[in-house]
């Protein structure tokens, strides 16, 4: 792919928080030789091994990427009413195009990749991890680029903005990695609680499970989440919209451990459903509750773990009152 340079087409991004903070580190040599070996060996030979070493690198990587910035004064109020002037740092980040007119985010693993173009002396550095750039894909500034181009002047390997995205909630395991998968010894129900009205409120899940996965790579297990979920009808972006949204959902629950998010469909998901009991099943349920209020029996819209526990452990009936 032949990549031109369109200063015309500038994006700016005010007080990117997580972005101004890289910013103040790119004095600090940046270099990527993992990434770099993993690239070159993913093109020798592209295979599930290769890419797998490759998304986990690439993830793991700060990059270079040139960059205006300058710093702008904007009025900030103040708690007692007035108004005054500060220092706020302005990004412009430069933009690639390839012959087709489409707009990439060119990342550089290290200073001798961006020294290859012909332009960079006339730009500073700003320097981004892989979550500030999916972060940026999601704002609106980013809705109009096809992706982004890791060192366009070398590997020249460009990454879809939907790939990029799936990478962020996704982790690849490398093929004949040992994993153990187990029951929870103790039910996190914060985060049980925290999921259950997502996952009863799509159509498409029949069931979930929660287990215990302990991988041979990983110094510590992580939760395993299971869905019996109709893959087709749901499609590509069905099924990232569902496991992106668990994936927010559950975030502030996990209390540091993991989240993988598996379809039972695949060979990996039937097999850790083994002796396995599901923390939500469509079948059984309860969408509503009957509770006394003012002396009268109402019905009342739920989507409440709780009550499905219950159920299930056979201390409640769908038709059972419940007195406030």
Not at 83 to 101: A, C, H, R, T, Y
Not at 111 to 126: G, L, V
Not at 250 to 266: D, F, T
Request: net charge negative.
């Amino acid at each position: 792919m032949s990549i031109t340079v369109r200063i015309t087409g500038l994006v700016k991004i005010l007080n990117e928080v997580n972005i101004l903070a890289e910013i103040k580190r790119t004095q600090a040599p940046i270099t990527n030789p993992e990434l770099v070996h993993a690239m070159d060996a993913m093109k020798a030979d592209r295979n599930a091994r290769t890419e797998t070493t490759f998304v986990n690198t690439l993830k793991a990587g700060r990059f270079l990427v040139p960059a205006n910035i300058q710093t702008v004064q904007q009025a900030q109020a103040n708690a007692d009413g007035t108004v005054e002037l500060k220092d706020q740092p302005q990004v412009q980040f430069i933009l690639f195009n390839d012959k087709e007119g489409k707009r990439f985010f060119p990342l550089f693993t290290d200073e001798s990749e961006i020294q290859k173009w012909d332009d960079n002396k006339n730009h500073q550095r700003a320097a981004i991890t892989f979550r500030d750039l999916c972060h940026f894909f999601q704002r609106d500034v980013g809705k109009d680029l096809a992706g982004a181009v890791i060192n366009p002047y070398g590997q020249n390997i460009m990454i879809p903005v939907e790939s990029l995205l799936r990478m962020q909630n996704t982790e690849a395991i490398a093929p004949g990695t040992k994993i153990q998968i187990g029951t929870l010894k103790e039910e996190p129900t914060e985060l049980l609680e925290a999921i259950y009205p997502f996952i009863a409120e799509s159509d498409k899940v029949e069931k979930a499970y929660l287990r215990v996965m302990k991988r041979e790579d990983k110094p510590n297990p992580n939760f395993l989440l299971v869905l019996d979920v109709d893959v087709v009808s749901l499609g590509n972006d069905g099924m990232k919209t569902l496991f992106d949204g668990i994936a927010e959902t559950a975030k502030p629950h996990l209390r540091g451990v993991e989240l993988a998010i598996v379809p039972a469909s695949n060979n990996f998901g039937a097999a850790a459903l083994r002796d396995a009991e599901p923390f939500f099943d469509k079948r059984h349920e309860i969408t509503s509750v009957k509770k006394v209020v003012d002396g009268q029996e109402v019905e009342v819209e739920t989507t409440d773990f709780r009550l499905f526990n219950a159920y299930k452990n056979g201390t409640l009936t769908a038709s059972s009152p419940e007195s406030e």
